[in-house]
């Protein structure tokens, strides 16, 4: 009886020491504890997340290692199944299931806040060792595993002060999010770096983040950052240390210069500038045409642009594909030759200036940030030009002029007169930038007298003091003028419809 007694129990003792055990491990996910007698892994599955999505792994030995990224703090479940060797198969069974639910392990920095003294590197402290460091290069993350597991890591100082992105693990299989770090130099006022970092183009929605050595409210004291010049968007707090701009609608403008500005006392690494690539000629040039400025249509190749204030931004900086084409088959040829897509030139800046006009905007021929706002708002709401286009042709040598519009000429070489040899009306080709339907006219005249007069009708300047204008002479066709462009009062009244701002004039 004592020895079925002592039998019964010694099989007990052999099956309750036949289970496996799966524990976490200092290097792999985790590893497997063999039962007495011994045992070979059979299968292990490993699966993480709500859904429990699959976490591929192998086995090295009693290991158990992920055979992809795993992100660091993830919780992953895992089932292994172990194969019992025949000699005791018979007594607990040919397999033992063991299960285990782990935490991939998370380091985290001391401080996101670096004070660094002199032409230190910057020195980050983490609460454990980590393993695996990814930092940005070149606005690209590049992982770096480190020869041994360490709670100090050091970085390049590109820069006095400044903001990157850091991510570490405690174990080469894992992976990490990006996060902000920033860096001051040393000194007890505070101080603040912007990402963008200053001088860095802007997009015209790019949002600046300011991250202060201290918590935003002792650094700021109750004041806020200033954007300038003005520009409709929002301020944000992020965390205790950082607060971000973000501008909305048509953002800081196409070709802007932005600065911000800080309450007295707080330092901004860096000049606080930032420029906005202006929008490209090309661009422009399509927009005038599409709206009626230019003697040209526009067609796009494809779908074009969308009609969001996002894709119209977009597109000023980078055009689409199309094609130009002259709308009127009698266009002048030297009207024509004034044309050249994607470059600056007088027909563009004649049609900016046009468009400046129509719009309440100073015309001064350059597509600044509030003539490119107009641009795309006119785009956007359909706005198109109702006047067409001119051109007024003057020939000095025959004493001439011509007045074409939107394909016809309105006024064939009806003569005029020109300056004298003295006061030469000045050859080349300017747009109007001046008008008055009467106004007076002074100055000296070449013998060194003065003169004014008063009641000049239909004036349009286009180049310094030289006009179209209306003026009384005795007779037309020959040089009389001090530099302008005379024609009877019948005449000039015909023309000056006909030329607003930004009409080019040709001195031939």
Not at 278 to 295: D, E, H, K, M, V
Request: proline fraction near 9%.
């Amino acid at each position: 009886m004592l020895a079925v007694i002592i039998a019964v129990a010694a099989g007990a003792l052999v099956v309750s020491s036949s289970h496996a055990t799966v524990v976490p491990d200092g290097a792999a996910l985790a590893r497997i504890q063999m039962p007495t007698g011994g045992g070979t892994i059979d299968r292990v599955s490993a699966v993480t997340g709500a859904n429990s999505r699959s976490v591929p792994v192998n086995t090295r030995g009693d290991t158990i290692w992920p055979t992809r990224l795993v992100p660091a703090g993830a919780k992953i479940t895992i089932d292994a199944t172990i194969k019992r060797p025949g000699w005791i198969s018979w007594l607990a069974g040919s397999t033992d299931t063991v299960h285990i639910t782990v935490t991939a392990p998370a380091a985290s920095l001391r401080s996101h806040y670096v004070t660094v003294r002199g032409s230190a590197p910057v020195t980050l402290h983490f609460k454990a060792p980590v393993a695996v460091v990814v930092t940005e290069v070149g606005g690209r993350p590049h992982r770096r595993v480190l020869a041994s597991p360490t709670t100090t890591v050091t970085l390049p100082r590109t820069a006095a002060a400044g903001t990157t992105s850091i991510a570490a693990a405690p174990r080469t299989w894992e992976s990490a999010r990006m996060s902000p770090i920033s860096w001051f130099p040393a000194g007890a006022g505070a101080s603040a770096v912007a990402s963008p970092a200053p001088g860095t183009p802007l997009t015209p929605d790019t949002p600046i983040t300011l991250t202060f050595n201290k918590p935003v409210a002792k650094a700021l004291n109750g004041a806020h950052p200033v954007i300038s010049p003005q520009v409709q968007g929002s301020w944000q707090t992020l965390g205790s240390h950082s607060v971000r701009f973000t501008p909305t609608g048509y953002g800081y403008g196409l070709g802007a210069k932005i600065t911000v500005g800080l309450p007295s006392g707080v330092h901004l690494a860096g000049s606080p500038v930032w420029r906005v690539p202006a929008g490209s000629t090309l661009r422009a040039q399509q927009i005038l045409a599409l709206l009626g400025y230019l003697p040209l249509s526009f067609h796009y190749q494809g779908a074009g642009v969308g009609l969001t204030t996002g894709d119209q931004l977009a597109a000023a900086v980078k055009p689409p594909a199309g094609s130009f084409h002259w709308k009127w088959s009698n266009t002048p040829s030297s009207l024509k030759s004034f044309w050249s897509p994607g470059a600056d030139g007088t027909m563009t800046r004649g049609a900016v200036m046009a468009f400046e006009s129509d719009h309440g905007l100073t015309a001064d021929g350059d597509a600044g940030p509030q003539t490119w706002k107009a641009l795309i708002s006119a785009v956007l709401g359909g706005h198109h030009s109702t006047f067409g286009y001119s051109y007024v042709s003057v020939s000095v040598p025959d004493q001439r002029l011509t007045l074409w519009h939107n394909g016809h000429d309105v006024i064939s070489s009806t003569p005029v007169n020109t300056g004298i040899p003295s006061a030469p009306t000045a050859t080349g080709t300017y747009p109007v930038y001046e008008r008055f339907t009467t106004t007076t006219m002074s100055g000296t005249n070449p013998d060194g007298s003065h003169y004014h007069d008063t009641g000049i009708p239909w004036v349009s300047y286009f180049n310094g003091g030289d006009a179209l204008h209306g003026f009384t002479r005795a007779s037309y066709g020959s040089p009389q003028s001090l530099g302008c462009v005379e024609m009877p009062f019948n005449v000039a009244g015909q023309v000056y419809p006909y030329t607003p701002i930004g009409t080019l004039v040709h001195v031939a």
